[in-house]
């Protein structure tokens, strides 16, 4: 685990939770890809466009790390103030974001990058 890797996906929550896109793109590699199980889209544009319309914030909670993965258990709460969870996967390279996927639940972000309850941050 590195601090590193945590430190840039809980900067990246904070920048979208701010809606400050330009520090989530400053955060994300050129080729950023972000998807869930509808689809996904690549870049910067796309990533403002994702981050632009989301209409919620993302409340990190429990945090999962290995060898650049990291996966996030998440809140949220939309802008009617309806509550929900979700989890996101991410890949962190040289402190920029490279890729991050949203899965219903935790179980299948962790799932999905094979991480364990061996890989959850203290």
Known sequence: MTTS???????WHDALNAGDVDTL????????EI??????????????AWAQGLGRTIEPGRIYVHDG????????VSEAGEA????????????HVTSVFRHDDL??????????EADLTG
């Open 35 to 48: 998807g869930d199980a509808h689809g996904a889209a690549q870049g910067h544009e796309a990533l403002r």
């Open 84 to 95: 929900g969870s979700a989890a996101s996967a991410f890949r962190v390279v040289h402190d």
């Open 25 to 32: 793109i400053s955060l994300s590699s050129d080729d950023i």
């Open 107 to 116: 179980a299948a972000a962790l799932a999905a990058t094979e991480l364990t």
């Open 5 to 11: 890797e945590m430190a840039t996906v809980l900067a």
């Open 69 to 76: 993965v990291v996966v996030v258990e998440e809140k949220t």
